[in-house]
């Protein structure tokens, strides 16, 4: 009981944390019982619909089961406004924040979690702060970011007159060039969801390499085999099947953190606080921060989420939980792994490990890989093939094309993870710029774009902080690849 009166305690902490600086409590929509939250009729259950879908069957909505602040309406942004058109057999179902939790926490548990002990080895102490904020500014952003979508009407009710980040990009950018905004969005976002794929592609075939040493097989083939394994998901059509993957995802997740803490409990007896570094390295330091701030980040994905759930009102009571169990999750995992090894910690904590649990964790990594492509998949194909059929010929709408769509971009993710040379570092610069961009860069310079009239001094203060932030991470960033690149180029 006392432990329970705890975590109580500290989710009250970090919820008032992030929103210290929201709008008004109805703005986010308040705080919704989590146990409605997890009221869910499996039958019913899908994830994100279309936007065109979204704006047609907007009064398809069932009423929520739980209490919530206030209803919500969809309504267009502008007459002459063209939303992206589905893909075809998309299917039109709402989901539930049980569904809308999984899919976050499978953007915001991924693989970086592993190099979180790594981090807090060259960030000591500060680290485990680094962690704790990274999780409040990423849930911040992230209420912002859907607050833009919403304007007040004449009776002062929140309308959502805005379905995607391209939405949001378009009106703040409407006066200097209508389209500018979206068209620079979607390629920022194409580009970050490209990399990420190929990432996945790349990892697996390295943990598959290291699970099968003895198996006279190059990494590059085990990446063409990993290639093999996700061909199905040029069938996938709605969004169903992704969240019951990244339902999988999760799970497997839990499992690895599961062996490493287990062992880490074994080893109790060589923990050590003197372990924790006092003074720090700023180039390392850097590179911590950089581990810490990207393991959190979702915010491509929450627009379509927020605007396909059920009971929209539950949203931040949704992100609020999801970035307080990540945020617990990753600060444990973090300091008993490193306080299990301390100045022996490698980058990856599971080469760490004795071979019968590294080979285990190993095999588990690459299927968590393998499960974690189709998220970032769909949702890049989504917006190609959306930018493609704003034609309307009827060749764009055909169910063959799209599947062409999808096919071309597997296969283009395949061929730029066995061909670009040094990958890693590349990754980093184009995350740096990216990764910052969408997650702290345009959710706070939208949201003083948009409600500059409606923000007192302390939210202004507090959008063009996170926006500086972002700035010096992603500047930061960028001078540490390009700097790693050269290194590697003069090798």
Known sequence: LATLSFFKNVFKTFSSLCNCFTETPSLFFGMVRWDSCLDTDE????????????????????????????????CHQDPEYKSPAPLPGAQVKLITSWEAGWNVTNAIQGIFVLGLPYALLHSGYSGLFLIILAAALCCYTGKILIACLYEENEDGQLIRVRDTYEDIANACCKRLSPKLGGIVVNVTQVMELIMTCILYLVVSGNLLSHSFPHVPVTEKTWSVIAFVMLLPCVFIKTLKTVSKLSQLCSLVHFIIILVVMTYCLTQIHQWSWAKFRLSIEFEDFLVSVGVIIFSYTSQIFLPTLEGNMKNPGEFSCMLNWTHFFACVLKTTFALTAFLTWGEETKEVITDNLPSFLETLVNLCLSAKALLSYPLPFFAATEIVYACISREKHSKYRSPLFSLGVRGSFLLLTLLMAMFIPHFAVLMGLTGSVTGAAMTFLLPSLFHLILKWKKLSFLKKCADISVFT??????????????????ERTNQ
């Open 469 to 486: 932030l972002g700035f010096l991470c992603s500047l930061a960033g960028i001078v540490c690849s390009i700097k790693g690149l050269l």
């Open 43 to 74: 039958e019913h259950v899908n994830f994100a619909r279309r936007d065109e879908l979204n704006r047609a069957h907007s009064k398809e909505r069932e009423e929520p089961d739980g209490p919530v602040n206030i209803e919500l309406d969809v």
